[in-house]
């Protein structure tokens, strides 16, 4: 299981007065000291945190891996292709929107063309690309027919889940849109809206392999450090049984 940590809001604190601190390099070199496997950021195009100086200082400094989350278009795309990250991210994206609200609706042709488009282009760059879905089994297979080498499951409706019921629909429809990803032979990410609290059983859902979080780790990070916060955040990854990929392992979920 690999730990990638968003650090899009350590910009946001920069931003709420337009100024240079907190910068989020340091808190990249912080988080990497702290044990992230990995740094992500989202440049957004109306820029309200993260900027093209963050993102191009970022490829440069990162010494574990950049996972750049960017928006499907041409322009956000060519950015992505230039600053050549170890991984981008495609995901959806609304100007109107607090933060991502939903995955990817591979189900409208035309985004389907425009994903296929900006695959296509960032896999010629030889940059490793993942499609951030919601958690339902077509969107996994869609992925797939696409081309990208990764999914990222939306996590976002298990984490809001009110009670165990809601909570354990949304952590099985984790676990099957995962075991059909790693079945397809997509590698199988997972984030959005993970706390201390709620990721031991993300953690542990076996042929997901990797995690990014942020909101939660940066706002405790205001409290403790990022350095802290991170290595907080790992020791409970890590704490839940690791799965290790063996080809044929995959079970099909009930009705697939
Ligand atoms: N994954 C994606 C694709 C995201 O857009 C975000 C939020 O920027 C995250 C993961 C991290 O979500 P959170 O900040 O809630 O941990």
Same mark, same amino acid.
């Given at each position: 299981m690999r730990l990638y940590i968003n650090i899009d809001h350590v910009a946001t604190v920069r931003q709420a007065r337009r100024t240079d601190e907190p910068d989020p390099v340091r808190a990249a070199v912080l988080a990497e000291l702290g044990?992230?496997?990995?740094?992500?950021?989202?440049? %957004?195009?109306?820029?309200?945190?993260? +900027?093209? %100086?963050?993102?191009? *200082?970022? @490829?440069e400094t990162v010494r574990t891996g950049l996972n750049?989350?960017?928006?499907?278009?041409? &322009?956000?795309v060519e950015i992505a292709v230039e600053v050549a990250p170890m991984q981008a991210t495609l995901v959806p994206e609304n100007r109107e929107e607090v933060t991502t609200e939903g995955g990817l609706d591979l189900a409208? @042709? !035309?985004v389907r063309a425009g994903v296929g488009r900006a695959l296509?282009?960032?896999?010629?760059?030889?940059?490793?690309?993942?499609?951030?879905?919601?958690?339902?089994? #077509?969107?996994?297979?869609? !992925?797939?027919?696409? +081309?990208?080498?990764?999914? #990222?499951?939306h996590t976002g409706e298990y984490a809001g889940a009110r009670g165990d019921a809601a909570r354990e629909r949304g952590l099985t429809r984790l676990k099957d849109a995962a075991a059909v990803g790693h079945g397809l032979g997509l590698a199988v990410h997972a984030?959005? +809206?993970?706390?201390?609290?709620?990721?031991?059983?993300?953690?542990?859902?076996?042929?997901?392999?990797?995690?990014?979080? +942020?909101?939660?780790?940066?706002?405790?990070?205001?409290?403790?450090?990022?350095?802290?916060?991170? %290595?907080?955040?790992? !020791?409970?990854? *890590?704490? !839940?049984? &690791?799965?290790?990929?063996?080809?044929?392992?995959?079970?099909?979920?009930?009705?697939?």
């Open positions: 044990g992230a496997d990995g740094i992500t950021v989202h440049l %957004r195009e109306d820029r309200r945190h993260i +900027g093209d %100086r963050d993102v191009r *200082l970022l @490829a750049l989350e960017v928006a499907a278009t041409a &322009a956000m409208s @042709a !035309s296509g282009r960032l896999a010629a760059a030889g940059t490793r690309t993942a499609l951030f879905i919601d958690p339902d089994l #077509e969107s996994v297979e869609r !992925s797939a027919a696409l +081309g990208a080498n990764a999914v #990222e499951l984030g959005h +809206g993970l706390t201390y609290e709620n990721v031991a059983p993300v953690a542990a859902l076996p042929c997901v392999e990797e995690l990014n979080i +942020g909101h939660s780790v940066v706002s405790r990070a205001v409290l403790v450090g990022m350095e802290r916060a991170v %290595r907080e955040m790992r !020791s409970l990854v *890590l704490e !839940s049984p &690791a799965w290790v990929a063996t080809p044929g392992e995959w079970v099909p979920p009930i009705g697939y």
